[in-house]
């Protein structure tokens, strides 16, 4: 069974940083992209940033498009997203998900194991 855990969220101000970390159980987190989610209050899921099992292949949504950055380390088992000049409309929990295949995807559906989430709050 894989197990995903979120951590790194928190509260900060429009235009500062944070760095979310995802830490995988199991032997085969080098196998498969993993990828990172967000929902907002009263708004549905939306994909955020992917990564390829290998880190040479990433996708973003055009939303945090040069403001966040994926990346990984298969020797820790842990994905990160680095998240840079945050606004308010950051603000959601986030979601690290494991796909099912091995290159970078967008779609929640091709995605089969997720974390718990963690909020990340910008104010104003």
């Known amino acids: 069974q894989v197990q995903l855990v979120e951590s790194g969220g928190g509260l900060v101000q429009a235009g500062g940083s944070l760095r979310l970390s995802c830490a995988a159980s199991?032997?085969?987190?080098?196998?498969?992209?993993m990828g990172w989610f967000r929902q907002a209050p009263g708004k549905e899921r939306e994909f955020v940033a992917a990564?390829?099992?290998?880190?040479?292949?990433?996708d973003y949504a055009d939303s945090v498009k040069g403001r966040f950055t994926i990346s990984r380390d298969n020797a820790k088992n842990t994905v990160y997203l680095q998240m840079n000049s945050l606004t308010t409309e950051d603000t959601a929990v986030y979601y690290c998900a494991r796909s099912a295949y091995s290159g970078a995807r967008t779609s929640s559906t091709d995605y089969n194991y997720w974390g718990q989430g963690t909020q990340v709050t910008v104010s104003s």
């Open positions: 990564i390829s099992w290998s880190g040479g292949s990433t």
């Open positions: 199991g032997r085969t987190f080098s196998s498969y992209a």
